[in-house]
């Protein structure tokens, strides 16, 4: 899979394949013991290394405290830089380092998984043209038209509907979709 074209490549990180898959390949039966065991003591090392810097408290200037994890959500502070008692393993480190920058961005890509759930079974009108849909390119409006999706998760699906295009037939629908009114001879 080409990470770059994902929609939610912030999460499918190389650095956390193993955190992201490992639990999921035990579970199938492709993960043995020793594995398993490797996994779980660097997930554990992880989890105890950010809560323990969630926990400590540095001075970052006048009277101010933060905890160590804060100052190393900042763009140019490092672990070694914040840390003093490096007792930890290199990847760990690095896992806690990464997901401490990354974390605000992360939090905001889940709760957008979570809203485009909420759309996937929203039913698109049987009758809606989309060459009505406002912004929608003239490409994304034929295979609209062409597939009549029934739920904007099909439409999602659609090979060139851009998560862009599903944002406009959103406000479209939210806008108030009226039905073509049929001339009068």
């Known amino acids: ?16 394949a193993d955190l992201r898959l490992t639990e999921a390949g035990r579970a199938a039966g492709t993960v ?29 200037g006048f009277q101010q405290k ?14 070694e830089s914040v840390v003093d ?11 806690v380092e990464i997901q401490a920058k990354y974390e605000g961005y992360i939090e905001r890509q889940r709760q957008e998984v979570a809203r485009r759930k909420e759309f ?6 049987p009758t809606i043209d ?13 295979k609209l038209n062409r597939h009549l999706p029934e739920t904007i998760g099909q439409a999602a699906r ?8 599903i944002s406009l037939l959103l406000v479209h629908l939210k806008r108030g979709f009226r039905a073509p009114q049929k001339k009068m001879a």
């Open 1 to 16: 899979m080409f990470t770059s074209r994902a929609e939610y490549r912030l999460m499918l990180r190389e650095d956390n």
């Open 32 to 60: 043995d013991d020793v594995r398993w065991g490797a996994f779980c003591r660097k997930r554990d090392a992880i989890a105890a290394e950010r809560e323990k810097l969630k926990h400590t408290y540095v001075s970052t």
């Open 130 to 142: 989309y060459r009505e849909v406002r912004g929608l390119s003239v490409e994304v409006q034929q």
């Open 85 to 95: 008692d490096r007792h930890c393993d290199a990847a760990v480190s690095e896992q």
């Open 158 to 165: 659609i090979s060139g509907v851009t998560p862009a295009a």
């Open 120 to 125: 996937e079974a929203l039913r698109l009108p």
């Open 66 to 79: 933060h905890s160590q994890y804060d100052v190393l959500r900042r763009p140019e502070a490092t672990y």
